[in-house]
């Protein structure tokens, strides 16, 4: 029988009784927190300044536009003129000409008839999932899947097949005896190993069986394809008629929000039944003007994309050559595997305490249960950054 994406049973103490203190409800959240602290599982927010010493190699701003002028100043053009907020959800008071503009530029760019505009990559995700499923759909969902889509497909009404990660024939064999409509669900560029699925391979799979194909390209566009418009345009699927990407505006674009791409009907089906869509206050002005103006930059300046990609080949190159179990990335995510959660706890905070800010994946974030560290190859790193980078993850590396 297939896995799914079902949550894991409840755990905790036994329901408080009348005699129990109010606050007695909430006791079997320190036995929750010791086994993390026993596991080395404890996540902290740590926030950071305006203007971090820190070389910044664990955020997701691929093309270092964050902070880039054009960007920040489409951002505070677009919150002078529209407002701090968007008052409302996208069908009342939400929508502005900038989100219009922005839709339109942004499926243009990556090659497909529409695009709609949501306050996350996260809600995009749930939005084309939910919407584009029902209840005899077969999803077929890679296990390397990120949290988003592995949640769209608990809250859909469908039935979810969870195959082994980028593995067409899997995907063909479940789809195989299936009589309804169906989903295949992949991440573009997966964002623990920075690996890329077989995109070519699951389309001809998903032709062959009347299935549709649902692709999360949050860290392909900007990286992959020419000048950076995405995994799907690399591989020739952008505008086909069974083709939906989901793409976030948080990492290459460095502003915040996501959208939906696909036929101009799955789109208008989206707006009519998507409920992170319908339900969800619009995405505010700031975060919009500051994603057109990264687009338009990135059309102007298509080399920053390779910059990214030959980033990512040149830390690999020289991590494995140091001897440090790193995985070859097909875009810009660079992963250099830990012995365990509390060796990369420690290695992430040596490294951050030599002056670089790298990430560290631990269980449960990681679907194989293997500890990370997790880099991110900007095209913004000079030689000297470059250099300096990997000096820090050699010399605090664990010793076997």
Not at 53 to 61: C, E, H, I, Q, V
Not at 108 to 114: Q, T, V
Not at 254 to 268: M, N, T, Y
Not at 273 to 285: H, Q, S, V
Request: charged letters at 20%; a neutral charge.
């Amino acid at each position: 029988m297939p896995q799914d994406h079902a949550p894991s049973p409840p755990r905790g103490a036994s329901p408080a009784t009348l005699a129990d203190p109010p606050e007695a409800a909430f006791d079997w959240i320190d036995e929750a927190c010791a086994e993390r602290h026993r596991a080395g599982l404890v996540r902290t927010l740590r926030p950071r300044p305006a203007d971090s010493p820190l070389l910044d190699l664990a955020s997701n701003d691929y093309l270092g536009l964050a902070r880039h002028p054009e960007v920040t100043r489409g951002a505070a053009e677009a919150a002078h003129r529209w407002g701090a907020g968007a008052t409302g959800s996208r069908l009342v008071t939400g929508s502005t000409e900038l989100h219009a503009r922005l839709e339109r530029e942004l499926a243009a760019f990556c090659g497909f008839e529409a695009a709609l505009v949501l306050s996350s990559g996260y809600a995009a995700n749930l939005a084309a999932v939910t919407a584009l499923t029902a209840h005899g759909t077969l999803v077929v969902s890679d296990a390397g899947n990120h949290a988003s889509l592995i949640d769209g497909c608990r809250l859909s009404r469908a039935r979810t097949a969870v195959v082994p990660h980028a593995a067409p024939a899997a995907v063909r064999t479940a789809l195989t005896g299936h009589d309804g409509r169906a989903l295949v669900v992949t991440d573009a560029v997966f964002s623990v190993d920075g690996d890329a699925a077989p995109l070519p391979a699951l389309a001809e799979v998903c032709r062959a069986h009347g299935a549709g194909l649902l692709v999360d390209d949050a860290h392909g566009l900007g990286v992959l394809g020419d000048g950076g418009r995405g995994a799907l345009a690399a591989a020739g699927l952008a505008g086909r008629g069974d083709v939906v990407a989901t793409v976030t505006l948080s990492k290459s674009l460095g502003s915040q929000g996501g959208a939906v791409l696909g036929p101009a009907r799955v789109i208008e089906h989206l707006v009519n039944t998507a409920r992170t869509f319908i339900f969800d206050t619009g995405l505010a002005p700031a975060a919009v003007g500051g994603a057109l103006a990264a687009l338009r930059l990135l059309a102007r300046e298509p080399r920053r994309a390779a910059r990214a990609r030959e980033v990512g080949a040149e830390l690999h190159r020289r991590l494995a050559a140091a001897g440090l179990a790193v995985v070859r990335p097909d875009a810009a995510v660079v992963s250099v595997r830990a012995p365990s959660p509390g060796q990369a706890l420690r290695w992430a905070a040596d490294c951050r305490r030599a002056g670089l800010a790298v990430g560290c994946f631990r269980p449960p974030s990681v679907p194989d249960g293997i500890s990370r560290l997790r880099l991110t190859a900007r095209a913004d790193l000079t030689p000297a950054q470059l250099d300096t980078a990997v000096d820090v993850i050699v010399a605090t590396a664990p010793t076997p």
